[in-house]
């Protein structure tokens, strides 16, 4: 366990060689939103993932939330798992940082393997966005700028509402190397996150999950999608969007 300071960044971990991270477990206490994740491969200066500590481990509301999927399980405790597998080949570090105006106190776990690294490998991205309130009607960026091989694997969305309208009639757009009409073109937010009705049953899934539901439309939302068994690839270039209805 470490105690980090208002401001602090701490390092977590620091591994030399070539391997793959392949289970990260943490306990944070204090406000998740302002507890930064960071994660950087093979040296580089930018991270490779930036994001809130709750938000990534599919918790955007600051408070416990039971997620039981493949990638990603949060349990009583407010215990944080993640299972996505991070290669890396040279180096791999992993930094915390504290934002808030008190101490943060964190217990948490690295497992890793040193291992050879197949040369079509793929390096962990993540992404964090957030935009409070929607501004105008179109099209919401999950991710973009991206260039280069790979594949898109998941979509974490924690969703307020602040009205009785129905907020999930927006469609999922993916575009694939810079495709001018979007491969995928969904039916809704809450059919590509895996449901429909607008119900407001929590459900769990290895690839898909409510886990919190404050209210059939108005109130707070917290779903996922993993992009496991469906992987969308792309060769040169990827923009994923959600439809956005208000």
Not at 2 to 20: K, N
Not at 177 to 204: H, I, N, Q, V
Not at 205 to 227: D, E, L
Request: net charge negative; hydrophobic share 35%.
């Amino acid at each position: 366990s470490v105690r980090i300071e208002p401001g602090q960044t701490f390092t977590m971990a620091d591994i030399t060689g070539s391997g793959a991270i392949q289970h990260i477990w943490l306990t944070p206490t204090g406000t998740w939103r302002y507890s930064i994740l960071r994660m950087y491969w093979d040296g580089e200066e930018q991270p490779s993932v930036e994001c809130p500590a709750g938000d990534f481990f599919a918790s955007g509301w600051g408070q416990y939330a039971h997620v039981n999927s493949l990638a990603v399980c949060v349990n009583p405790g407010s215990a944080f798992n993640c299972y996505w597998q991070m290669p890396f080949r040279r180096r791999a570090r992993l930094t915390l940082q504290n934002l808030a105006d008190e101490p943060l106190y964190v217990y948490y776990q690295i497992n890793y393997t040193l291992t050879e690294v197949p040369d079509d490998a793929a390096y962990f991205h993540a992404q964090f966005r957030r935009e409070n309130p929607l501004q105008t009607k179109g099209l919401y960026t999950l991710l973009d700028g991206v260039e280069g091989k790979g594949h898109y694997v998941g979509t974490y969305m924690a969703w307020g509402t602040r009205s009785t309208g129905w907020w999930g009639e927006g469609d999922e757009k993916f575009f694939v190397d810079g495709e001018k009409f979007p491969s995928t073109f969904g039916t809704g937010s809450e059919d590509y996150f895996g449901y429909a009705w607008s119900s407001a049953k929590l459900f769990f899934h290895p690839y898909h999950n409510q886990t919190f539901n404050s209210g059939n439309c108005k109130g707070h939302i917290s779903v996922n999608r993993w992009h496991v068994a469906d992987q969308i690839p792309f060769q040169k270039s990827f923009d994923g969007n959600i439809e956005k209805y208000y």
